[in-house]
């Protein structure tokens, strides 16, 4: 069970463990209950303490964070797994293309989640599934998965506050015009379709900035950043530029040189380790499947 430590200084002195706990430790009012559910989940020098109650200098306040057990509906099932990064706290994974995320209707065993669940039972971790920058099937790339919920909230904090970066690379069939801008168009589910979206003026904000990196064939290689995460948005906004992402079923046309996933890739992710505050920067290169439709 991950924990977190705090030892008492003059400036925490007086205060209940309840501001601790939400001031100091970024707990929100969800993990401070989750804490108090816990055997031993708060603890000031050793014993079990009440948030009413009031620290002194030199105590020492422990809480627990990690999850008390870990996700049962998704069984651990060993497969490919690609870990760029990994501590206590979280782990970066680079997601192949192809391999959802979730378990789904004829996706049971064979997903992200079920190859994660498998990893931490081998490190006898109990640990719910916690996506916090979720991709699609068909995206591959830099993924951040929390292991427990104190991390996630924290990490999530991070993207809605747009501290967690992201920068995405697509093959894009044809060359979007002007070849760098932006596209602030907001996106709202297609009637009738419980899966696609498309511009909309009822829909929610959304704004993508694109580049022109490269061209060859009649594709072009964009770089891509958000400002926004709505379902689908990069393949919704270059479809909205007349530039559909290659291989895209829902937006352009599927490519047998694609089978099971579009060209697009998330290369860079930037967050701040949710505990110590570290950053963490990595990078993943454009796969060889993708860089050979420009070629």
């Known amino acids: 069970m991950r924990r977190l430590t705090l030892s008492i200084g003059a400036d925490q002195e007086g205060k209940t463990l309840q501001t601790l706990l939400r001031r100091e430790l970024a707990l929100s009012a969800a993990g401070v209950r989750r804490a108090k559910g816990l055997e031993d989940g708060i603890l000031l020098d050793g014993q079990p303490a009440f948030t009413s109650a009031v620290a002194r200098l030199g105590q020492t306040l422990t809480v627990a964070v990690g999850d008390p057990q870990g996700s049962p509906q998704i069984a651990p099932v060993p497969g490919p797994l690609d870990i760029r990064y990994e501590d206590e706290d979280l782990l970066v994974v680079n997601k192949a293309g192809g391999v959802p995320v979730h378990p789904s209707q004829g996706h049971h065993g064979d997903t992200l989640a079920n190859f994660l669940m498998a990893h931490y039972a081998r490190q006898g971790l109990v640990a719910a599934f916690h996506p916090v920058n979720r991709l699609d099937r ?16 924290l990490l999530q904090g991070q993207l809605q506050k747009g501290e967690l970066r992201r920068t995405y690379l697509a093959v894009c069939e044809g060359i979007p015009q002007p070849q760098q801008g932006t596209v602030d168009q907001p996106i709202g589910r297609l009637p009738g379709s419980v899966l696609q979206r498309q511009v909309s003026p009822d829909g929610a904000p959304a704004r993508t900035h694109y580049a022109v990196l490269e061209t060859g064939r009649g594709r072009s290689l964009v770089r891509l950043k958000l400002d926004t995460g709505r379902t689908h948005q990069i393949r919704v906004h270059m479809a909205f530029l007349g530039c559909p992402l290659a291989g895209d079923f829902l937006y352009g ?12 890739h998330s290369a860079s992710i930037r967050l701040y380790q949710p505990v110590t505050g570290n950053e963490i920067a990595l990078a993943s290169p454009l796969p060889e499947t993708l860089a050979a439709l420009l070629n």
């Open 138 to 153: 068909g995206t591959s790339g830099l993924m951040a998965v929390a292991k427990h919920a104190y991390a996630h909230e």
């Open 253 to 264: 046309g599927e490519l047998p040189e694609l089978p099971q996933r579009f060209a697009l």
